[in-house]
Every structure is written in C-alpha cells, then in structure tokens.
C-alpha cells in the first residue's frame, strides 16, 4: 500500500509546491521551451496531476487510495488475508478510472512533449486499469455469489493478483512523479516570478506561502524535527502575514484577480492554521499529540487546496 506521514498531504503539496525529487527529462518545445501558462500546457499537465491526485488523495471525490483501504480492510493484509465473506464493495475507484486516467492517457498523445512523464503516465495509467479490472472481478465474484461454487479459489487467485499489481502499480507512481517534478518545479517558478513581476501580490504570496508551508512539513520526522523547520516556518509566517494585510487591500485583491472573497477568507483561514499546527510540532514531543497535529494538518490542506482550486 502507499505509504505516506499522514493521509493525502504529501500529494497535495506535490501538486503546488515545489518538489525536491530530482527532475527527469522533459523537451523543449518548438519555441525552445514548454509554455506554461498555454491551455495546452495547463490541461496536459493537470490532467496528470489530477491522475496523482487520485491516487494518493481524491480526484473529483473518487479515490484510489480509499479503495486500497476498502480492499485491505474488507479481505485483509497479506500476512492476514481473509477472502471468506459474502459481498465486498471498493468504492466509486471507477470514475476516477474513466474520468482521471485515461483522460490524462489520451492527453500523453497529445503536445507539448513532456519527455518522460508522458512515457511514464501512459505506463502507470495501463497498470492501474489493469489493477482496477481485478477489483471489478472480484465485486462481480462476491455479488453472484460465486464461492459458493468454488470455496472462494477465485477469489484467493484475484486476491493475489491484484495485491502484485498493486505493488508494480505503487512503484510506477513514483517513478511518474520524479519524471513530473522537474515539469512542475519550472512551472511553479515561473508563475511565481510571473505574479511578482506583473504585481500580482495576492497570487505570489499565494504560492510562496504553499511552497513554504511543504519545506516546512518535509522536515517533520517521526519524532523531531530536521535542522531547517524554523528557517522555513519563518518564511511561511512572513508570506503568511503579507496575505493577511493584502486581504483588505482591494485593490490588490482586484489586481490579482480575487473575485470570491469568501471562498479567499476561507483558503486564508486554513493556511493560518496549517501555520498554527506547524508551530505547536515545534514544542510537542507527544507521539499521540504529534499524529493529532498530523492529520489537522491534512485537512487543512485538503481544504485549503480545495479553496484555492475555485478562486
């Protein structure tokens, strides 16, 4: 299964804020180089993100990691497997399937060329339907009642397939996202630099305060914290302090394009709290304490991801 500190937060701050897994490849545009702000561009790559979104968190409220944890907790790890039961259910893995992924599949024929992540979406996205057509067989196996014929032999044959396919399917997850990073780093440097130089504020310290806040989690260990948190957390609180100044600035807010002020208000309460929970890690060592923050911390950004996804 994925392994990750507390639910979807690394996924979210993979998606908007810079990465430090080494970049792969990508080619040049025709222009000498990839066009970040053409719509081309933009729904290529979200549609890729939207593909790792699913995955690891939810896309478009279907989740592929939710249905890990369905099919784990339904017929049980394999050191404890238990396919003996008379109906199973996965979830709605399948619009994320149709909707994320082979949407983004279809994208990886289509220009720019992204070198690598291309090559690599369309890989992951194969497996993965594949994966996704074991856990179909399966709820069909269980639905007509099938181990009554068989003992459930189908059902440990299916069990121990899709647990190797999950397994290809996870490795290729991360090779996708290395050969993503490099893509999204450029991208995100370039709208940053791009909202600063055409005076942009609210949007520029928008992202700044996202990129500030993942430097400032990846330094959060199982039990202390790495040697630049503080210096980190500093900037995140600085970024954080020029929003809420700008959030009464209207004309600022004009500049940068703020026309749902409640949903703004809303997207700056939640990053002041993923702020706030930073800062109360620094002075807690309580294992069960540090888990709390944790995951206060995924849905604040889940929700504050979301927020900034409708302004």
């Known amino acids: 299964m994925i392994m990750k500190k507390t639910g ?16 792969s490849k990508e080619k040049e545009s025709s222009g000498g180089s990839l066009q970040y702000d053409s719509p081309e561009f ?20 279907s989740s592929w990691d939710e249905t890990l944890k369905k099919f784990y907790e339904q017929l049980g790890t394999p050191s404890k497997k238990d396919v003996k039961k008379e109906d199973v259910y996965f979830g709605n893995f399948m619009w994320g399937i149709d909707q994320s992924v082979k949407v983004a599949m279809a994208n990886a024929e289509k220009s720019p060329d992204l070198g690598d992540a291309d090559k690599n979406l369309i890989t992951f996205s194969k497996e993965i339907i594949s994966a996704s057509s074991i856990l179909q067989q399966l709820e069909s196996y269980y639905k007509g009642k099938s181990y009554l014929d068989d003992k459930y032999a189908k059902a440990e044959k299916l069990y121990d397939e899709f647990n190797t396919k999950q397994n290809k399917v996870d490795s290729l997850y991360v090779v ?6 490099g893509i999204k780093e450029k991208r995100d440097n370039y709208f940053v630099e791009l909202n600063k130089k055409e ?6 310290h928008m992202l700044l305060s996202m990129r500030y ?5 990846a330094q959060v260990g199982d039990d202390k914290l790495g040697p630049d948190f503080k210096a980190n957390y500093d900037k995140l609180t600085l970024s954080v302090d020029e929003l809420n100044k700008l959030s009464t600035d209207d004309a600022a807010l004009q500049k940068s394009n703020i026309t749902l002020k409640s949903t703004f ?8 709290s993923i702020k706030g929970n930073l800062r109360l890690l620094m002075d807690n060592t309580d294992a069960a304490k540090r888990e709390e923050l944790l995951k206060k911390l995924d849905n604040d950004f889940a929700s504050m991801i979301d927020d900034y996804n409708r302004i």
């Open 8 to 23: 979807c937060l690394l996924a979210i701050l993979y998606v908007f804020a810079s990465c430090n897994l080494k970049p």
């Open 42 to 61: 933009s729904e290529k790559f979200n549609s890729y993100i939207s593909v790792t979104n699913y995955y690891t968190m939810s896309d478009k409220g």
């Open 176 to 181: 996708l996202r290395k050969s993503m990073a």
């Open 199 to 204: 005076g942009r504020l609210v949007r520029y």
């Open 213 to 217: 806040a993942k430097a400032t989690y």
């Open 265 to 272: 208000g809303n997207y700056l309460d939640n990053l002041t």
